[in-house]
């Protein structure tokens, strides 16, 4: 639709009649508003509508549409034009005013430095020219005809355009100094005066600050420049980065001596270094030459007097008291440099006496500390306290006497004025602060002597900490020795410890270090353990044998040394660190069948088991978790069968106990099967039918047990619960549960029904042990193993909460080393190599027209529903309500709102994507939450010729097996599923592209779709998009998913984002716009 053609006449009192021609697809039609106000009391239209009663049709709308755009661009504001914008105005027209000029302005213009170095000072001066040069005489106005591009004359046939591009490549940094040293002159004389605009002075030249020098020095090094100093006399420099090295000379001078450098000498500072100019050279100096030399050449030019037949040197005189403590504090340095040049003078009679220093320190109880310090210079001795006279001729170390007196008056602030000493008396504290960071100090600048009293006022290094383990009976047996350190001070000093104290005061009057050594790893160890008062006391505790691992850990990183460890403890700790690798003889019947990884996991839940351990089995979906359980039952059973044969009762029970699987409904023929196919001797029974057919199966199993009952019993979550009165009383070899993640709620009467369960070893199946929370982890190892993860509130405290809310990286590390060895995750990326590559891409779609408006009113509507507290009170299904319909309004306005004949721009973008698709023969899987979205696409594909299957929840079984089959061979291009009908159970791998319609809260969910094409058997490359309306809910869910997702890839898999579980913030954020 397209408006050709459109008029305004304004008539009495304001009413404005509109008038166009319109062009609709291959017509063009007549249409008129009349407006009053802001309201059209009046329409017609020549299109069939147009005379109905059924309202104004699309042309009137969108007449009216561009009438009220253009009213708004009449009275919209002029836009002012930004200085930056005029300047490159300025700059590109001068560029082409200069290309137009004769030809001798086309060779570029050269811009040179020239300095006044004076004394401690530099001025920059400017010379411009091509082939000769010439001074710019006001550097002010030289800067403000650059920035405004005016032509500058200077002499006959100089003149141009002042525009950076006129300036030399190699000129232009200098020209940037210069502008800003000018602009800066410019900006303080403005304000000095109070008044922008006021004539400039005239400035030739202009000093340059210290980071300034530097900056020039960088632009010249390596270069000459042309320089003047103060007597006028102009010489040409190389500017270079070393020292110089001329001489200083010392010469004896009557009883002093005298100190000359040359007087061609100038230095001035910079930000960085020292620069020495000699009239030749131009030097940046090192930071050893600037600490040395940079305050004695700036007095040596300001106070020296020239001496010499030319007066080519500069001097000054040193008398004889003060010659010791000028060579200890000067010439050594410049010594040192090897510049300094002396002749007939004899400095080891001037060196100093070196200062020494001795720290008494003794004590009359273990609650003091006294201190007498003395200073000596030679056979001078004094008291640093004391207010002595020292004679004047010493040449005293006043540096190191001042850090010696800092160093004393830090840890002493009590002086005795009869002892003459410091005391520290009564302050633990104080006390301990000297004696573990003091001494080292004062041993680093002088002798320390220590009283007998004061010798046994030890700080001692923190405990060592080493334990014994030994397996027994299933338990580990554990010893605890802390050398030094008796069981019962042991306790207090763990008190200590824990309240954060620096040190603990022992019996003795001994200090104790409480940081570092074995204290972290004994109070993790007895907090972790739960250990006993009296099994601290006693050293000794009976714990459980899974945690090995733990104990193993923490010998293993140094944190606790092993003094003993029997030969049973070491073998388990051994086999479950090798559970992946060691070898267990895989049943024959499945030789063939199981992949090597497969292989891997059947060993690892063999090894656990041995130990009467559990674990949880966290392949990625599609990678055979039910096979590696079949290989894990069929091998024992086997193995009990070969036994009895071979008549070994020695070797475990006689008749095998059975195994229990529990599973979802829709599951467990699903597991006969899997049974019937790959290990058909193994005797099954599916508990199934009525309460009373359920309770005849199990009673019938009791009976047969004994001779030939099933030894793999599958049943549901939802019977179990019902039947749980059956079981208990019963003990099974394994029980294993499928979907594990249906527990995650421990306070669910299935959590508890699968808890209350008696066997030998439990193992949980589940992609997705973490889905949201990591309350979920807990109550899985609650099912596997009671106790391991201790109890919720312990759990919630020690991991969750520091790692949820706090992001304590301890705390993860903690839980995902206690966890880790009860875990097997493997990736298809990782295992299946001869899948093809899968990529993810997200393409955007923006809202534009009435679904904008309409997305923009529902919005603001849930966001002051949620700032007046819906979130908290009764109101959240009002708010569930309408963050649906938000959702909706992304995917199609049409979903939830009856007359919305506008256009959906996500629908547009799928659709057009469809088609490439389509038509390059790709075959599509495409998902989305909503059925009747999907009911919309299909039409819309319909529209373009392209057909599909449909996918639905209320799809028959029969159908649905159908239409899978139909999609692998036929030439339908499109399967478009309900990602609950379809997210799981189908094998979808004729499919190479897979298309999210809309965002699932649940990303698992979403994956488990992805993974009906990418899978075992997929050949091809798999692209998987996602498509998100841009600005709005669904694109801040993606980075409120990416945060919740973090946690539970950390841990241990993929997650969900629950609604449930979100703040007030984190649902407002989902309104938020991105930049």
């Known amino acids: 639709m397209k408006i050709i053609k459109m008029s305004v006449d304004t008539f009495w009192k304001g009413e404005v009649r509109v008038q166009g021609q319109i062009e609709d697809e291959t017509k063009v039609y007549q249409t008129r508003i009349f407006i009053k106000g802001s309201q059209i009391y009046d329409y017609s239209c020549s299109c069939a509508e147009g005379n109905s009663f059924r309202g104004p049709c699309v042309h009137v709308k969108a007449l009216q549409e561009a009438f009220a755009r253009q009213q708004k661009a009449e009275h919209t504001p002029p836009v002012s034009t930004s200085p930056e914008i005029r300047m490159m105005i300025r700059e590109y027209t001068n560029r082409e005013v200069a290309r137009i000029l004769g030809e001798e302005e086309r060779e570029p213009v050269y811009l040179h430095p020239y300095l006044q170095i004076r004394r401690g000072e530099v001025l920059l001066e400017a010379r411009i020219g091509r082939e000769k040069r010439y001074i710019v005489k006001n550097l002010l106005e030289f800067a403000q005809a650059v920035h405004s591009g005016k032509r500058v004359e200077y002499g006959k046939g100089m003149a141009f355009e002042h525009v950076p591009s006129a300036f030399a490549p190699e000129s232009r940094p200098f020209l940037d100094l210069l502008l800003e040293e000018a602009d800066a002159y410019i900006r303080h004389y403005e304000e000095m005066r109070g008044h922008a605009g006021l004539p400039l002075p005239v400035m030739r030249a202009l000093t340059l600050g210290s980071a300034a020098r530097d900056r020039l020095f960088d632009l010249l090094e390596g270069k000459e420049v042309q320089t003047e100093d103060e007597k006028g006399a102009e010489r040409v420099c190389r500017v270079e980065r070393k020292d110089p090295r001329f001489p200083v000379e010392v010469e004896a001078r009557g009883d002093g001596i005298a100190v000359t450098v040359p007087s061609a000498l100038t230095s001035f500072r910079g930000e960085q270094r020292l620069y020495v100019a000699d009239g030749l050279h131009l030097f940046g100096c090192s930071e050893l030459y600037t600490e040395t030399m940079g305050v004695f050449l700036e007095q040596m030019e300001q106070g020296g007097r020239e001496c010499g037949s030319r007066k080519e040197k500069r001097e000054l005189l040193v008398g004889s008291r003060d010659i010791p403590l000028f060579y200890a504090r000067v010439l050594e340095g410049m010594e040192a440099l090897g510049i300094l040049q002396s002749t007939e003078i004899d400095w080891e009679k001037y060196r100093p006496e070196a200062l020494k220093a001795r720290f008494e320190f003794d004590s009359d109880s273990p609650d003091e500390l006294r201190l007498r310090p003395t200073l000596s210079y030679g056979d001078f ?185 029997d030969e049973a403890y070491g073998m388990m700790v051994r086999d479950l660190k090798t559970a992946q690798s060691v070898s267990y003889a895989v049943p024959a019947v499945l030789e063939k069948t199981l992949r090597e990884y497969q292989k891997i996991g059947y060993t690892w839940m063999r090894t656990l088991a041995r130990y009467h351990f559990g674990g949880i089995l966290a392949d990625d979906m599609g990678l055979g978790k039910t096979l590696q359980v079949i290989a894990l039952l069929t091998a024992f059973y086997q193995e009990k069968t070969e036994q009895k044969a071979a008549g070994n009762e020695g070797s475990g029970s006689e008749l095998p106990l059975p195994s229990l699987i529990v599973c979802p409904a829709s599951l467990v023929y699903n597991w006969g099967q899997e049974f019937a196919r790959f290990s058909p001797e193994i005797r099954v029974l599916l508990i199934a039918g009525t309460a009373k057919e359920r309770q005849e199966q199990l009673e019938e199993q009791m009976r047969m047990e004994a001779s030939e009952g099933a030894q793999v019993i599958i049943t549901s979550y939802d019977l179990l619960k019902r039947d749980r009165a059956a079981y208990l009383g019963r003990t099974f070899e394994y029980e294993i549960i499928d979907e594990a993640q249906v527990i995650k709620n421990a306070k669910t009467q299935g959590a508890k029904a699968v808890k209350e369960i008696s066997a030998n070893a439990r193992f949980a199946l589940t992609g997705t042990p973490v889905e949201n929370r990591l309350s979920e982890l807990w109550s899985i190892f609650d099912f596997l193993m009671p106790g391991f993860l201790y109890s919720y509130r312990k759990f919630r405290e020690r991991y969750e909460l520091p790692i949820v809310k706090n992001q304590d990286p301890e705390a993860l590390t903690a839980l995902r080393r206690m966890t880790g060895p009860f875990v097997l995750r493997r990736l298809k990326k990782d295992v299946l190599r001869e899948l093809p590559g899968k990529e993810e891409r997200i393409v955007y779609s923006a809202a534009s027209g009435r679904q904008q408006k309409l997305y923009t009113a529902s919005a603001l509507k849930l ?50 994507l469809i088609a490439s698709a389509s038509a390059a023969g790709h075959k599509i899987l495409l998902f989305s939450q909503f059925a009747s979205m999907l009911e919309r696409i299909r039409e819309r594909l319909l529209q373009e010729g392209i057909s599909s299957h449909l996918l639905v929840g209320a799809t028959p079984k029969e159908e649905r097996s159908r239409m899978v089959q139909a999609f692998a061979s036929d030439e339908v291009p499109v399967f478009l599923i309900s990602l609950k009908a379809g997210g799981t159970g189908l094998n979808l791998t004729a499919a190479d592209i897979v298309i999210h319609y809309d965002p699932w809260w649940n990303v698992a969910a979403q994956n488990q779709a992805t993974d009906r094409a990418y899978r075992i058997g997929q050949e091809k490359p798999v692209t998987v998009y996602k498509l998100i309306l841009k600005d709005t809910i669904e694109e801040n869910l993606l980075k409120l998913q990416n945060a919740k997702l973090a946690l539970a890839a950390q841990v241990v898999s993929e997650g969900m984002v629950s609604l449930g579980d979100l703040s007030q913030n984190e649902l407002m954020e989902l309104f938020e716009q991105n930049p």
């Open 381 to 565: 001795t004094f008291s640093p306290l004391a207010d002595e006279h020292v004679p004047r001729e010493i040449c005293r170390d006043v540096p190191a006497e001042f850090y010696i007196s800092r160093l004393i008056t830090r840890y002493f602030s009590y002086w005795e004025d009869e002892s003459g000493e410091l005391v520290i008396r009564g302050d633990e504290e104080a006390l301990y602060q000297v004696l573990s960071e003091g001494m080292p100090q004062f041993q680093e600048v002088g002798e320390v002597w220590l009283s007998e009293s004061v010798r046994h006022l030890r700080v001692l290094p923190p405990p060592e900490v080493s334990m014994g383990v030994s397996l027994g009976g299933g338990w580990l047996d554990l010893k605890i020795e802390t050398a030094g350190i008796d069981p019962a001070e042991l306790l207090q000093v763990l008190s200590e410890y824990r309240q954060k104290k620096k040190y603990y005061r022992m019996k003795n009057g001994e200090f104790l270090q409480l940081s570092g050594g074995g204290l972290q790893a004994l109070d993790s160890l007895t907090a972790d353990l739960g250990l006993t008062k009296s099994e601290f006391q006693a050293g000794e505790a009976k714990i459980p044998a899974y945690r090995a691992f733990y104990l193993d850990s923490l010998s293993g990183d140094g944190r606790m040394k092993l003094f003993q460890r």
């Open 863 to 912: 966001k002051e529903a949620l700032a007046g507290g819906a979130w908290s009170g009764n109101g959240k299904l009002e708010v569930l309500s309408q963050l649906m319909r938000l959702r909706q309004i992304c995917c199609d306005p049409a979903l939830c709102f009856e007359d919305y004949t506008g256009e959906s721009a996500k629908l547009e973008t799928c659709v057009s």
